[in-house]
């Protein structure tokens, strides 16, 4: 079988398992150098690299750790082993996928030539010189599990680690993570997609859309209430502003009417003069020359206790006088 037609049967159908790949025995098992590696091996001998893991709900993080294990030299080989559930559950937790779902995951990858199933937790010489495995990827973080600190311990001393890096932001347990966090959302997503509520163990959905109708009606009702207390302080606003327009407007109008220089002070002036210039006696005009002399005769008698004797005659003019000046007083 020809190399390009491996290559394009590799990119068309999925990686096969390692029982179902038939390797010659008969050849002795020599592991190649780092050195040797990265200058590259003859075509028939490619550079097996080993890659393990959980591979719970398969994701681009997997993928990229697979990509660098596939890059790591010019002819790579990339066989890589996925646990089985039982020792998953047992070292490491509960899984989403089953170990079935995980290899098919794993072996539709484009970067993976040969999978393992049920691989093993640690790996020991015995595994490692069945697949002929010359390196280990991973990434440099320390492993520890199984009553171990780096399960990959013995592989670094030993020269075979060839180290990967993780790709930042995505895990699945961080998949996990939004799944919990968002469980109401994606419960009532798959129960509107036809999923019953016994298959999704779901007893509480009922009683929960009630509490978030509830919970819409309150923040509705909130809300209207925001704005009617909110046109009701700009009314109220606008009520005091009118309310100390008017209020200045009195003020001025009661201090120009009442104030010290106010028209009712003038007006009160004005009316004592008038009244002043009624009980005051007339004068002469001030173009005619005034005299020195005593009080007329005829001006003091009408007031007088007393009536001096005068003749008919001086009676009659003093009559006279008198008729004079109370038809002057009338007149004012």
Request: aromatic share 10%.
């Amino acid at each position: 079988m020809s190399l390009l037609y491996c290559a394009h049967q590799g990119l068309r159908e999925p990686a096969p398992f390692s029982d179902e790949v038939e390797i010659d025995y008969s050849k002795p098992y020599i592991r190649v150098t780092y050195e040797e590696a990265m200058r590259g091996t003859p075509l028939d001998r490619p550079v097996r690299v080993y890659a393990d893991g959980i591979f719970d709900l398969f994701h681009s993080g997997h993928a990229r750790a697979l990509m660098q294990a596939k890059n790591l030299f010019p002819n790579t080989y990339l066989i890589v082993g996925v646990c089985s559930d039982e020792l998953t559950h047992n070292f490491k937790g509960f899984t989403v996928m089953n170990e079935n779902e995980r290899y098919d995951a794993v072996q539709h990858c484009r970067y993976v030539d040969e999978v393992v199933r049920n691989a093993p937790w640690t790996l020991t010489p015995e595994f490692l010189a069945e697949h002929r495995i010359d390196f280990v990827a991973h990434d440099d973080i320390p492993y520890s599990s199984a009553g171990s600190d780096d399960v990959y311990k013995h592989i670094k001393e030993a020269g075979m680690f060839a180290p990967t890096q993780r790709t930042e932001g995505i895990s699945t347990s961080d998949i996990i993570t939004r799944i919990v966090r968002d469980y109401d959302v994606y419960a009532r997503r798959n129960l509107q997609r036809g999923y019953t509520a016994k298959e999704l163990n779901e007893k509480k959905y009922h009683l929960q859309e009630r509490v978030d109708k509830v919970k819409k009606r309150v923040k509705d009702v909130e809300e209207k209430s925001k704005e009617f207390v909110q046109k009701v302080e700009e009314k109220s606003i606008d009520l005091i502003q009118k309310w100390e327009e008017k209020s200045r407007e009195f003020i001025g109008n009661f201090l120009e009417m009442f104030g010290p220089e106010g028209a009712l002070k003038h007006m009160l002036k004005e009316g004592k003069g008038r009244m002043l210039q009624a009980i005051s006696p007339k004068q002469s005009p001030s173009s005619s020359p005034t005299h020195d002399r005593s009080p007329s005769p005829s001006f003091r008698w009408p007031f007088s206790t007393k009536t001096p004797p005068s003749s008919p005659a001086n009676r009659s003019r003093n009559e006279s006088a008198v008729t004079y000046d109370i038809s002057e007083d009338e007149e004012d």
